[in-house]
């Protein structure tokens, strides 16, 4: 995407969440955001609540790291809310937040350190929130509603999400799909893993999924629809697994185990960066996102834009133009991925590059 030209001497923004990538879909949108307002122009600083890092990003879109000030050796929370402290006054802060289980206790001294801030705005990326805001007692949802009023601007991912917010605390919400496209860099690009070349050479066909080692992410629908496929069709079907960031350590080993007893070939990669996952789209066929819960998922979107043919659960409203099969049924995926091989439009996008996005991020600053 070409960055936009802004005015100069506009608000400093403050981007606040997990950083750098792949540490997932949050941390990828918000390096992608902080260089696109960067070499448009604006004065862009990072802060990661989960590490206390503070960076800054020059024009050309890279992070310089201006430290954390000791306090992170405390802990992490503290070196960003000192940053907050001194930064804060006239600036632009945009929170950016998973579930909100652990924003909701740090949230509120955040917000009232950055009460001269010039705006502050509240991005909810992750399909657990609303499942987590719905479960919480009476006083939790006071205590929500309390948080967000503060805020100047709330951003959903998905229209779920928006209508949560409006029936239960009667908040307005825009509704902004996460995807940014990536910036490419002029340096060279990292090489892929020697394994990737030898599985993509080993199987007719390859998908790709991706996300944190958890059960949200229910590899085990797609193992088993592709070994259902493997008994239909005389086509090899690999599936290459990036995964990154949280572990639950007893159901990762069941899948690993998994596979171990499974006829399908997979290849497991760890941290891959976002510009070696987008180059694996490129190179690979299919994407599948077979997820129970979900909000607006960067990886399906730049799969849609590398040009894959991506394959998604039912579990939340999708785009348009992904194929659809019903959460947790194997069955239903294999149905769906057979027909996608036979017919290449099935699960395609046209292509796409962000303006929907950014054009309303945009407004958010200006």
């Not at 997990?18 to 604006?42: D, E, F, K, M, W």
């Not at 909810?124 to 949802?141: E, K, L, P, Q, Y």
């Not at 995807?179 to 790709?208: K, N």
């Amino acid at each position: 995407m070409q960055a936009k030209a802004l005015p100069t001497g506009q608000a400093k923004i403050i981007l606040v969440g997990r950083y750098p990538p792949p540490t997932g879909g949050v941390a990828v949108h918000v390096r992608r955001l902080a260089q696109i307002l960067s070499r448009g122009g604006r004065n862009v600083h990072v802060l990661d609540w989960a590490s206390g890092v503070h960076l800054r990003f020059g024009a050309d879109g890279r992070d310089h790291i201006l430290g954390s000030r000791g306090y992170a050796a405390v802990h992490p929370l503290l070196a960003v809310l000192a940053c907050l402290w001194r930064v804060a006054d006239g600036s632009i802060v945009h929170f950016h937040i998973s579930s909100g289980r652990r924003f909701y206790w740090w949230g509120p001294i955040a917000l009232a350190l950055t009460r001269r801030s010039a705006r502050r705005i509240l991005t909810m990326h992750g399909g657990a929130w609303v499942s987590f805001a719905a479960g919480v007692s009476d006083f939790g949802i006071k205590a929500i509603a309390a948080i967000l009023r503060r805020f100047d601007r709330i951003v959903c991912v998905n229209r779920h999400q928006r209508e949560f917010i409006v029936q239960k605390f009667a908040i307005e919400a825009a509704t902004i799909p996460a995807y940014l496209p990536p910036v490419r860099d002029v340096a060279d690009p990292e090489p892929l893993p020697e394994a990737f070349e030898e599985f993509v050479g080993s199987a007719d066909l390859v998908a790709v999924t991706s996300g944190c080692r958890t059960e949200v992410y229910d590899y085990e629908t797609i193992l088993s629809a592709l070994e259902l496929l493997e008994s239909r069709i005389p086509i090899r079907v690999g599936l290459l697994m990036a995964v990154y960031g949280s572990c639950d350590r007893a159901y990762w080993d069941s899948i690993v185990a998994r596979i171990g007893r499974s006829p399908v070939p997979v290849l497991t990669t760890e941290n891959l960066s976002a510009e070696q996952f987008v180059r694996v789209l490129e190179r690979t066929r299919f994407y599948i996102r077979a997820t129970v819960i979900d909000g607006d998922a960067v990886a399906l979107r730049e799969a849609g834009a590398a040009g894959s043919q991506v394959l998604a659960s039912d579990c939340v409203e999708r785009p348009a133009w992904c194929a659809l099969f019903r959460t947790g049924d194997p069955q239903s995926l294999a149905s769906v991925l057979e027909r996608a091989i036979v017919d290449p439009s099935h699960g395609f996008s046209a292509p796409q590059d962000g303006s929907e996005s950014w054009n309303s991020l945009f407004a958010l600053y200006s």
